[in-house]
């Protein structure tokens, strides 16, 4: 099969289109022929040699894809060949095949293109087991998506619209900041000029936070009395010092999370609660998947060139 693997550790030019074997599905497995992959920010880090594949993960890039069920192992209900699914992966998405949990895998939402469906299991499974989870937004609340017009911020907003919260963005332009409001959020801040810990000041009670040590300390600032401030990505950086009192004035809590690490009995309850919360929700058009550009399979460097522009905004797929 062809797949795109990483030449070595660099710019989009290192992503080549290589044979390599078809695999097969393993007990507990399912074999998925694939329709469209969806591209992370993740993939960018794989690509740059930052985050290497977790052990026995695929070295080739791709963690969500959308397909159709070319066979599945003896010991897995639930899903047969021909059935159109999309699924949460540990890596080897950017394929024309590949094998994956059975426990990972979502049929595509009644409404939903197939191609569409590829960047619903990254952002659906990020964004529920985040703000519900581990956060516990409630109805009534205000959270705070930093990056509201990427493929995570775009559900993330239909989401906690959908739960009954008022939703604050981040975003760095006007332009993105209107796809926001489309999408139901309801306070837009320009992070290139605005400041938003002040303009927050003690009104957030849950904060999603892609940036990491740079808003460390206007995250805390921003956050109310029980607030809870989530980081799941680290674009500004690792190293922060922070007035600890600040935090514990407000009796506020500070998590870290990764989806891709996790071992797979929680993953199996993430995606059923995805299933179980979030599918319904697709299903009414309550969230709609929000693509921002698909390219052909081969074109994975281009692809990449655009998720890193600041044209980028929702999903990026690629197709087969
Ligand atoms: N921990 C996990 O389990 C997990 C899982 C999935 C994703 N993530 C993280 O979630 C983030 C979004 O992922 P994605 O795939 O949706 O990425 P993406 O579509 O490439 O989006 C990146 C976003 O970062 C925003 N951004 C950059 N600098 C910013 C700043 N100073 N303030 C606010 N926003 C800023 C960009 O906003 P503008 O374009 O407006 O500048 C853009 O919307 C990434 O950091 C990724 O690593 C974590």
């Not at 409404?111 to 619903?120: D, Q, R, S």
């Not at 109805?139 to 559900?155: A, N, R």
């Not at 071992?263 to 995606?271: E, G, H, T």
Request: aromatic share 4%.
């Amino acid at each position: 099969m062809r797949a795109i693997t990483v030449a070595q550790p660099g710019g989009p030019e290192n992503l080549r289109v290589e044979e390599r074997p078809t695999p097969s599905a393993g007990p507990g497995e399912v074999l998925i022929k694939v329709v469209a992959a969806g591209l992370n920010r993740a993939d960018v880090m794989q690509r740059m040699g930052f985050y290497p594949p977790p052990p026995g993960a695929s070295d080739i890039l791709g963690l969500e894809v959308s397909g159709i069920v070319q066979h599945v192992a003896d010991d897995v209900t639930g899903f047969a060949a021909g059935d159109l699914v999309c699924a949460l992966l540990t890596g080897g998405g950017y394929a024309e095949y590949v094998n994956v949990p059975a426990v990972q895998v979502l049929p595509v939402p009644a409404g939903v293109a197939i191609t569409e469906a590829a960047g619903l299991p990254e952002v659906s499974a990020t964004v529920l087991s985040n703000l519900m989870m581990t956060a516990h937004l409630s109805p009534g609340e205000t959270v705070l998506i930093h990056g509201g017009s990427s493929g995570i911020g775009t559900h993330a907003i239909q989401f906690a619209k959908a739960l009954g919260a008022t939703v604050a963005v981040t975003a760095g332009s006007d332009a993105k900041l209107d796809l926001c409001g489309e999408l139901g959020a309801d306070i837009l801040i320009n992070y290139r000029t605005q400041e938003f810990g002040e303009v927050l000041k003690d009104r957030v009670d849950v904060i999603l936070d892609i940036i990491g040590a740079k808003y460390l300390s206007h995250n805390i600032s921003a956050l109310a009395v029980d607030g809870r401030l989530v980081t799941i990505g680290l674009q500004g950086g690792v190293v922060a010092e922070i007035n600890i009192n600040d935090l514990l004035r407000k009796r506020g809590t500070f998590a870290a999370t990764n989806l891709r690490g996790r071992p797979l009995d929680q993953k199996a309850s993430i995606i059923s609660r995805v299933r179980e919360v979030t599918w319904p929700l697709i299903e009414s058009g309550a969230i709609k998947p929000i693509v921002g550009q698909a390219f052909p399979l081969e074109d994975a460097a281009e692809a990449h060139r655009f998720l890193e522009s600041a044209d980028s905004s929702g999903k990026v797929l690629l197709t087969i």
